[in-house]
């Protein structure tokens, strides 16, 4: 088992910057893959960003990259996610998630935090 806990949510103007944390307990050896998911009210959830567990390969959903960049601290066993130029579109509840094997669902899931971006 794997437990997730996210951090760093709140409201900020449109342009401003957030970074979010996720620190990670349990068993995070079996972990492949650490996530970013966000759901906005009234919206499906939707994959962010993504990063394999040694850091080698990141991926980012089209509608952040450029601005946000996730990265992670295995010594802390800690997945940041930075979010610059922020928009009032990206006003979600943001979830970190981890994947134990690649192209398998990402079966561990944090309580999430609020992002609000003000316009």
């Known amino acids: 088992q794997v437990q997730l806990v996210e951090s760093g949510g709140g409201l900020v103007q449109a342009g401003g910057s957030l970074r979010l944390s996720c620190t990670a307990s349990?068993?995070?050896?079996?972990?492949?893959?650490w996530g970013w998911f966000r759901q906005a009210p009234g919206k499906e959830r939707e994959f962010v960003a993504a990063?394999?567990?040694?850091?080698?390969?990141?991926s980012y959903a089209d509608s952040v990259k450029g601005r946000f960049t996730i990265s992670r601290d295995n010594a802390k066993n800690t997945v940041y996610l930075q979010m610059n130029i922020l928009k009032s579109e990206d006003t979600a509840v943001y979830y970190c998630?981890?994947?134990?094997?690649?192209?398998?669902?990402?079966?561990?899931w944090g309580q999430g935090t609020q992002v609000t971006v003000s316009s």
């Open positions: 349990g068993r995070t050896v079996s972990v492949y893959a």
């Open positions: 990063i394999t567990w040694n850091g080698g390969s990141t």
């Open positions: 998630a981890a994947q134990e094997r690649l192209g398998r669902p990402y079966n561990y």
